[in-house]
């Protein structure tokens, strides 16, 4: 199998010599972004570049949350209306929903768009955006088949274009299935991987890990990438690199420390320490590693108790303009270790700790249900 990177050399000199029309490859742009694909001048910016805004979707439902999606909406709405006080934020929700949205999340720096959804994760269903070397804006989807044909998602399969074409961004679809909470970069060409996820036959059948790599290197701009095993199902992701390990800024990496050794987590998490500490970046640097655990004691609530879904951890944080918003879980101690973390870490940041049990528990986080534009 040929490249993308073989590929979109060939169709950039043919484009270039006039023999091949752009919009043959789905865009009057493309032949920039194929060039700048082929020149290494596209990158995907780490998630501290400022956010031109932040976009989330109002679109839980009792066939996926029961009797909870009420408050799963309330709670929708707490971190919107949390993270408009920073930055401007799209809501995409149903034109049914539209009143409760606006009331639920706020107007305050809020704008709405109606549409179909399944569900609520936007960092998984949304464009990543990319810059090309001209201020160019790109949006790659990923063609999200519900984390490898878990949950209904037909509708949400179609939220990568919507959000590219609001942005007024090139759109880019990849040949790969996979999720954008799969992904994390440090804005100068290094990533940090879970083959649990990608390197997975409920979404690449027949990718090698090379290949995959190929293909994510070409339509990311990325010149590393640091492979972590992850788990494969033990919760609906197949393990996400979000609730793993997460960049601060280039060679900074915080990373999960499960400390039950009860937990399937335990021993994943030490095997993750290990390799990020003998790692370097795309620039050959050793990253230094700081060690977050998740939270020993919970709430007794209805989300948490007898729910094995329940997703406690804290590296699920998202980073918007003048905040780090964080969750936290009712144990006072780890609490606190999380946020005076993330405040030496963040220091010109202001770091806000929200109570978001209901969503996850449905396995999720702030990180899993917000996705960004970068400012050009």
């Known amino acids: 199998m040929a490249t993308r990177r073989q590929?979109?050399?060939?169709?950039?000199?043919?484009?270039?010599?006039?023999?091949?029309?752009?919009?043959?490859?789905?865009?009057?742009?493309?032949s920039s972004w194929l060039g700048n694909a082929a020149d290494g001048d596209l990158y995907m910016p780490e998630e501290e570049h400022p956010h031109l805004r932040t976009f989330m979707a109002f679109g839980a439902q009792s066939s996926n949350w029961r009797d909870w999606t009420p408050d799963v909406q309330a709670c929708l709405g707490l971190v919107a209306s949390t993270i408009a006080a920073y930055e401007p934020v799209t809501i995409l929700c149903r034109e049914d929903e539209l009143d409760l949205a606006r009331e639920l999340c706020g107007t305050h720096n809020t704008r709405f768009i109606t549409t179909d959804l399944d569900d609520i994760w936007m960092r998984d269903i949304s464009a990543n955006f990319v810059i090309g070397r001209h201020g160019e804006v790109g949006a790659v989807d990923f063609n999200f088949n519900g984390w490898g044909g878990k949950q209904e998602h037909d509708m949400d399969a179609r939220v990568a274009r919507l959000v590219a074409n609001d942005a007024h961004a090139e759109y880019i679809r990849s040949e790969l299935t996979g999720e954008g909470g799969g992904i994390e970069v440090d804005g100068q060409g290094t990533a940090i991987l879970n083959e649990s996820c990608w390197v997975n036959a409920n979404r690449n059948p027949g990718w090698s890990r090379s290949q995959i790599e190929d293909e994510l290197k070409a339509v990311l701009g990325l010149k590393k990438i640091i492979w972590l095993p992850g788990i494969k199902g033990k919760d609906i992701t197949d393990a996400h690199v979000d609730f793993y390990a997460r960049f601060v800024k280039p060679g900074v990496v915080i990373a999960n420390l499960d400390n039950d050794p009860s937990s399937y987590d335990y021993a994943v998490t030490r095997t993750h320490l290990d390799i990020l500490r003998s790692a370097t970046d795309a620039n050959g640097h050793p990253l230094t590693i700081h060690a977050l655990p998740p939270p020993e004691r919970l709430r007794k609530n209805r989300f948490i108790n007898g729910n094995d879904a329940f997703a406690a951890g804290y590296i699920n944080f998202v980073v918007v303009r003048g905040a780090v918003i964080a969750p936290e879980f009712g144990d006072a101690h780890a609490d606190k270790y999380c946020k005076d973390l993330l405040h030496s870490l963040y220091p010109s940041h202001r770091i806000i700790q929200l109570n978001i049990d209901p969503i996850a528990a449905g396995g999720g986080g702030i990180h899993c249900v917000t996705h960004h534009q970068p400012q050009v």
Do not use: C, D, H
């Open 7 to 30: 590929f979109i050399t060939q169709a950039s000199s043919l484009i270039g010599l006039g023999l091949v029309s752009p919009l043959v490859f789905g865009s009057s742009n493309l």
